[in-house]
């Protein structure tokens, strides 16, 4: 059972960036999925989450209005679309599964991908 975080890379201020989670040998569909990023020298924070049993979504603050989780369950992937990046969204960002309902708690999550790195430059 392996998730596979994509899509990071160097980006300008104000740019864009679509990340993707995709999972091996198991369908997303029923999972709630998390996007998660940690900064170098911070602690790691729940960016996105999507319910596993209505698809609702959430987000924290700091991204409402400019980010946009969703999932495609025919390519068996769940979508971080990234726009009017910031500096302060520089991270690695890591995609993650529970059972459970939405939650920016990383430990309500059971398994993690490896994680995909996102730099804004200013």
């Known amino acids: 059972v392996q998730l596979q975080a994509s899509g990071g890379g160097l980006v300008p201020a104000g740019g864009s960036l679509t990340l993707s989670c995709a999972a091996s040998e198991f369908t997303l569909d029923h999972y709630t999925i998390g996007w998660f990023r940690q900064a170098p020298g911070k602690e790691r924070q729940g960016v996105s989450c999507?319910?596993?049993?209505?698809?609702?979504?959430y987000y924290r603050d700091s991204v409402k209005g400019r980010f946009t989780i969703s999932r495609d369950n025919a390519r068996n992937t769940v979508y971080l679309q990234m726009n009017s990046l910031k500096a302060e969204d520089t991270a690695v960002y890591y995609c993650?599964?529970?059972?459970?309902?939405?939650?920016?708690?990383?430990?309500?999550?059971?398994?993690w991908g490896q994680g995909t790195e996102v730099t804004v430059s200013s």
């Open positions: 999507i319910a596993g049993y209505d698809d609702t979504t």
């Open positions: 993650a599964i529970t059972h459970y309902h939405c939650t920016f708690y990383s430990t309500n999550y059971d398994r």
